[in-house]
């Protein structure tokens, strides 16, 4: 009788166990950017969402156009924004986010649909060969970043050996090949083992400046190389004067990623900032809107608290900001 009994329980806890399991984060695309889809249950709030999710609860309620003072419903469906701070797509750590094509679809279309994700990244966190996605599967895109969720890491395939390979035979085969038949002439034999040699230097190490570039921004932010290819293709064509608040978030202060949240700036715009009262400058990217959220009430703007640090704006409440796009 005891057997059976503690049977009974076993089996209970194992369809508890499986029910609290947390199913498969599948991304969706709009007009804010990636995001991914959550609906709530009992006892639920803007915060313990927003902490599942590694995201401010106010940038919950931005991204949905919702009061973050107003509670949420039981099935009420929230969409969660995927940025910088709660999303990568360098590595192969953390919780897995998939993508499902729903036809066919080329490694090269979903890498423009998702941040512009490298096609060897897809391939190798899906152990793919070909260029292509099948129909209805299941495509690892990218990786949230979460204590609340479990982390793994994907075992992927080196590709280096497979370009090294590929590279031989091309350096190898042609310079033989006029040496033997061209006995006589040795001194014209000396052309082709400099050609290969000057390939070597490689031209394509110079791009190494502009990886550096970003970190090279006399302390205005990460984003101000972003600013500068922005404006070639749109030039600036606002700047405001605007009354600002501040928001905490953990970004910034080693990466130098500084955060905006307003109103009428499609998210992932990069702004200049200035304080005139210190004539400190920062480039910072829009995260979110501001609508409905009450504490916003008597300001333009909020920067994270790093930026403000860089502008030295941080013994006041609130202050002015000259805001340029």
Known sequence: MKQLVTTFLLLIFTCLQLAAQKPDLIVKSGEKGLYLEHKVVAKESFFSIGRLY????RHVAGFNKLDINKGLQIDQRLRIPLTDTNFTQKGNSGTPVYFKPTAVTALSDISKQHNQ?????????NNMTGD???????LVIGFLLSKEFPSVTLKV?????VTEMAAQPEVKEPVPAPVKDEKPVLPESKPPVEKPQVVVEEKPVQPAPVITTPSDNSGQGFFKVYFEQQIKKTPVSKEETVTSGIFKTTSGWQDEKYYLLADGIAPGTVVRLTNPATNKTVFAKVLGEMNGIRQNEGYNIRISNAAAVVLQAVDTEKFILKISY
Do not use: R
């Open 54 to 57: 590694n995201v401010h609860p």
């Open 132 to 138: 292509q996605a099948k129909k209805d599967g299941k």
């Open 117 to 125: 994700v490298a096609v060897s990244s897809l391939k190798a966190w």
């Open 157 to 161: 395939k080196p590709v280096e050996p």
